[in-house]
C-alpha cells in the first residue's frame, strides 16, 4: 500500500513526466490524449481531483456506466483482461465498440472509472457498450506479447493464434455473453491500437460490422523505427525505452519512462557515437526488440511476417481509415492500409479520411494549428463530431445519416475540406520537375549531357557534424518538426536546395510523390533526404509568416538499399546511380506567388541514425573508425536527370 506522502510523489514524478512530453509534443506511439490517460492510471482519485474537468467526464461515466471486469479465453487457453462499461439504461440495446491496447485498458478495479471511453466524448453521452482489452502479454493478460503479431493465414490448431484470431475469440464471446447489445460490434484504435483494429478485422467476426483503424501501425520496415532501411533513432529510443521492456507476469503498472541524463538529444547521441555505443551506454540491453532489430538491418524475414497489409482480406463490411498529413510515425502504415483494403476487399465500403493532424491529434485538441502551421479551423473537433461520430451511428445504430465520401480530405495551402470519389483522385494531371543549374527547379528536362565540371551540384557530408532534424533542442521525435521553418537547413552547405520561380496561379498537388535522384559519391554508401517545401513570399507586407519555408512532405532512403532492400548493394565511388525515393501523399495548394522548393542532404540527426558513409555489412555493427566524410553529388544532366513527379487537381 502506499501512504499519502507516497502518492504525492508518485503524482509529482507523473505530473513531470506528462509535462515534459507535453511540452515537446512527442509521446510517440500515442496521443496527448493518451498521453494522459496513463498519467491517470496511477492514481485516479488523486488525480483526477485536481483537474475538474476530467473529474466531471468520470463522474458522468460513472453514474451512467457500470463496469465489469473478466477474462476472456482464447482458443489457445490464454485468457485476456477485458473491462466493460455497459450503460446503466437497459431499455434500450447498444452496440459493442472495442478497443485492444498494448498501452493498458485500466485503471483496473470495479470501482474505478476512466475519464474518458471510446473515440470521443460524442460516444458516451450516445450510448455504446465499450470494451476495453489488454492484448495478450501486455498488463494483466495472459500469454506472451509479440511485437506487431505476424498473422498465420492458415489456422489448423488451436494454438495457431494472432491478433486476428483474438479479436475473433473475443467478439464471440462478447455477443454469446453480454446482455443489452444490438448484435453489431465496432472497432477503433490509434496507432499500435490501430494495427489491433486492422488485424482483427481480418477473416472479421459475422458480427463485426464497422472498423476504424486510425494511424495504423502497417509496416515496421518502412514507418516507425525504419524508413526505406534508415532508422528512425530518436523516434525509436524513445518508444521501445518506454514501452518495450519485459514483463515478466501480469501487472497494472506501467514501466518508468526512460531516462535522458540531457535533453538535448543533437548532442547526447552524437556523443554516445555507434549504433554499438547507443546500445550499450544508453539502452543498456534492458530492450529485448532493439536487440533484434540490431542483427536484421535488411528486409528479411523477420521484417515481412510483420507486415500486415498483405493479409488485409475478408475484412469488416465497412471501414474507416484515418490519418494526418503530419504523422510523423504511421503515415505509410495508414495510406498503404488503406490502399490494401481497396485492392483485397472489393465489396467492402473502405474509405479514407485525413486532416492536418499529427499523430493521433484529431482525437484531442482543436486541430488548428501545428508548429508554425496555422489550419484556420478546428479541424479535430470538427472531424470527431461530424466525421468519426456519424460514421460509427450510421453503421452501428442505423442511424439514418448520409454515408462519408470515398476519401475526405483536408486540403493544406487553402485550408479547405475536399471530398473525392477516389484516392488519389481521379484526372491527376501529371507533372514533372527538373533540377537545373542555379537552384532552380524547371519542367523543362536539361538538353546538354554534362561534363566532369558541369550537371552536378555537390556537398561534402560529414557523419561528425550532421544536418539536425529540428532547431528546437529536444532528444525526441518532436510532432511538429514535420511542418517546422526549413531555413535552418538551407542555409547549410551540405543541404542542396532547388526552387521554381514565384507561382503564376494556385497549384494543387494531390497524391503520392516520386523523386528519381541520381547520385555518385567518394564513399561507398549515403543516405539521401528529400523535402517537399512550400515557400512564402519573403516580403514585408506578405499576409503572413514571411519567407517561412513549410515544410510537406520529407522521407529519407538508406542508399544501399537501391536496388533491392534484401540484399544491400555498395555504391562504386565515382559512378552515378539511380536512387528512386516515394514520398507519401499531399494534398496541398501552393499559392500564387508562393514557390515549390525541393531539398536534399544525407544527415538527418538524431530523428535518423548517421550512415558512416563506408559500407559495412551490418551498418548497426559499424566501428567508429568505419564513418567518413564523403563528397555527395546530385546529378542533373541529361544523360543523369534528377526530378520529382506528382499529380495536381484544380
Known sequence: MFTDRDKLGRVKFQQSFLRHSLEN??????????????????????LIAQDPAAAERESYIRLHYSK?????????????????????????????????????????????????????????????????????????????FVQVTPHVPVKQTAKDTDESSDAYD????????????????????????????????????????????????GDWYFDDFLHNGAFFLAHAFRWLGNNAAARPMPTTDKSPPIQYPTPDGYKLFLEAGAMESVNKTLIKDAVPFWNEMMQHPN?????????????LKNVAPTVMVVTGWYDAEDLYGSFKSYQAIEAQNPGVNNVLVVGPWAHGGWAGGDGDKLGSA?????????????????FFEKYLKGEKLPAPAEATVFETGSNTWRTFDAWPPKGRKGQQLFLADGGKLEGNKPASPGTKTSGFDEYISDPAKPVPSTEKITAVMPNEYMTDDQRFAARRPDVLVYQTEPMKEDLTVAGPLDVELWVSTTGSDADFIVKLIDVFPDSPDAANQPGYQMMLRSEVFRGRFRNSFEKPEAFTPGEPAKVKIELLDVLHRFQ?????????????FPLVDRNPQKFVPNIYLAKPEDFIKATHRIHRSAEHPTSIRFGAVP
Open 299 to 311: 528486409r528479411d524475414e523477420f521484417w515481412k511476417k510483420r507486415a500486415i497489409m498483405p493479409h
Open 374 to 390: 496555422n489550419f484556420g479551423s478546428k479541424t479535430a473537433a470538427f472531424y470527431r463530431a461530424e466525421i468519426e461520430f456519424p
Open 170 to 217: 473475443t467478439i464471440d464471446w462478447l455477443v454469446k455473453n453480454l446482455p443489452g447489445h444490438n448484435g453489431k460490434v465496432g472497432m477503433f484504435g490509434i496507432s499500435y491500437p490501430g494495427f489491433y483494429a486492422s488485424a482483427g478485422m481480418i477473416d472479421a467476426h459475422p458480427n463485426l460490422i464497422a472498423v476504424s483503424p486510425q494511424a495504423p501501425v
Open 25 to 46: 509534443a512527442s509521446m510517440t506511439r500515442a496521443t496527448r490524449l493518451l498521453a494522459i490517460s496513463v498519467f491517470l492510471l496511477a492514481f485516479p482519485a488523486f
Open 68 to 144: 465489469l471486469e473478466v477474462k476472456i479465453k482464447m482458443r489457445d487457453g490464454v485468457e485476456l483482461f477485458t473491462a466493460i462499461y455497459s450503460p446503466k439504461d437497459t431499455t434500450k440495446k447498444y452496440p459493442i465498440l472495442i478497443k485492444r491496447t498494448p498501452y493498458s485498458s485500466g485503471p483496473y478495479g470495479t470501482d474505478k472509472f476512466p475519464a474518458g471511453l471510446g473515440p470521443s466524448e460524442h460516444f458516451v453521452k450516445a450510448g455504446y457498450i465499450f470494451v476495453n482489452q489488454d492484448v495478450r502479454g501486455r498488463f494483466q493478460s495472459g500469454g506472451e
Open 592 to 604: 500564387k506567388g508562393h514557390r515549390l522548393m525541393v531539398q536534399i542532404q544525407s544527415t538527418w
